[in-house]
């Protein structure tokens, strides 16, 4: 069971950059796997990178070469930095776990807002 708080989000032009930051609150923060998912408008919510507690990163081809997941362990803190971003980047930004089926997450906080537009 983890409990976060999504901050950071904001509205930014078209190869603009942004970071969002995840406050965090686990038992086992430094071995649970952190995620960062988004969900546009009319869209399905969609994983979009992961970092498990010894650093080792993944990303969502879309994202891959422009955003940089990271943890601060010791600050219980998950952060993604947005760089080039682009219109279809707009959506909500969650912070959450990853488990092996990340679709079964039934608790999400509030989520941060990103808008690219010109």
């Known amino acids: 069971q983890v409990q976060v708080v999504e901050s950071g989000g904001g509205l930014v032009q078209p190869g603009g950059s942004l970071r969002l930051s995840c406050a965090a609150s686990?038992?086992?923060?430094?071995?649970?796997?952190m995620a960062w998912y988004r969900q546009a408008p009319g869209k399905q919510r969609e994983l979009v990178a992961a970092v498990t507690g010894l650093g080792t990163t993944d990303y969502a081809d879309s994202v891959k070469g422009r955003f940089t997941i990271s943890r601060d362990n010791a600050k219980n803190m998950v952060y993604l930095l947005l760089n080039d971003l682009k219109p279809e980047d707009t959506a909500v930004y969650y912070c959450?776990?990853?488990?092996?089926?990340?679709?079964?997450?039934?608790?999400w906080g509030q989520g941060t807002q990103v808008a690219v537009s010109s």
């Open positions: 959450n776990f990853k488990p092996t089926d990340w679709t079964r997450i039934s608790r």
């Open positions: 686990a038992t086992y923060f430094n071995i649970t796997t």
